[in-house]
T-cell receptor, first 115, second 113 residues
C-alpha cells in the first residue's frame, strides 16, 4: 500500500531564510502525482506545488520549489525568502493517476517563521 | 467564482445522534472527495465521487458512515450513531476532473460529546 511519511513534526525558520521540508513515500507505481499543500490556522487547504512523476524537472512556483528524487522516493519542499505568512501546516500528498484517483496525505509539518 | 463551501462550519452533537455534513462544490467540478482530519493528524481519505457515483469508498471507517451526491453537485456525508472518536474536522475537496487540482472547502468541525 502507498504511504507518505513526513518525519519532521515541526520546523522553524528565520524570516527571509530558506527552509526545506522533507517527505518520503512508498509506492510500486511508476506514474503518480505528488503535491505539497499548506494549511494555515484558518483551516483552508491551499495547493502550494504539484509534481508529475514522469517529469524529471523539479517543479517551482515563485519562492517554492521541490527536490524530487524518484529513485529515492523523496519529495522535499524548499521555501526561499521565508515570510511570516508562510507559517502553517504543510502536508505532502501522493495521488494515483488512474483508477481511484484518491490522495494519500502525510501527517504534516508545522512551520514556524520567526521575525 | 465561489469556492467550495461546507456547512455547518461547526457541529456539536451528543453520542448516539446522527449528523449530516454538506459540501457544495465549485460549479462544474465533477470530482468530489471527503477527508477526515483528526487532531494533529494528516488527512484521511474517506470517499471519492465522480459525478454521482462513488468509484472508491474504501476509506469509510465503518457502516455508520455513508455519503451521497445528487445532480453531480451537492454531497452529504452522514454519520449515524456518532461516537466520540468521530470527532474531527471533515474536509471536502472538488476538482474539475480527476486529473485536475483539488480545491478544498473550509471544513466542518464535528465534536461528539
Amino acid at each position: 500500500a502507498q504511504t507518505v511519511t513526513q518525519s519532521q513534526p515541526e520546523m522553524s525558520v528565520q524570516e527571509a531564510e530558506t527552509v526545506t521540508l522533507s517527505c518520503t513515500y512508498d509506492t510500486s507505481e511508476s506514474d503518480y502525482y505528488l503535491f505539497w499543500y499548506k494549511q494555515p490556522p484558518s483551516r483552508q487547504m491551499i495547493l502550494v506545488i504539484r509534481q508529475e512523476a514522469y517529469k524529471q524537472q523539479n517543479a517551482t512556483e515563485n519562492r517554492f520549489s521541490v527536490n524530487f528524487q524518484k529513485a529515492a522516493k523523496s519529495f522535499s519542499l524548499k521555501i526561499s525568502d521565508s515570510q511570516l505568512g508562510d507559517a502553517a501546516m504543510y502536508f505532502c500528498a501522493y495521488r494515483f493517476t488512474s483508477g481511484t484517483y484518491k490522495y494519500i496525505f502525510g501527517t504534516g509539518t508545522r512551520l514556524k517563521v520567526l521575525a | 467564482g465561489a469556492g467550495v463551501s461546507q456547512s455547518p462550519s461547526n457541529k456539536v452533537t451528543e453520542k448516539g445522534k446522527d449528523v449530516e455534513l454538506r459540501c457544495d462544490p465549485i460549479s462544474g467540478h465533477t470530482a468530489l472527495y471527503w477527508y477526515r482530519q483528526s487532531l494533529g493528524q494528516g488527512l484521511e481519505f474517506l470517499i471519492y465521487f465522480q459525478g454521482n457515483s462513488a468509484p472508491d469508498k474504501s476509506g469509510l471507517p465503518s457502516d455508520r458512515f455513508s455519503a451521497e451526491r445528487t445532480g453531480g453537485s451537492v454531497s452529504t456525508l452522514t454519520i449515524q450513531r456518532t461516537q466520540q472518536e468521530d470527532s474531527a474536522v471533515y474536509l471536502c475537496a472538488t476538482s474539475r476532473g480527476p486529473h485536475d487540482t483539488q480545491y478544498f472547502g473550509p471544513g466542518t468541525r464535528l465534536t461528539v460529546l
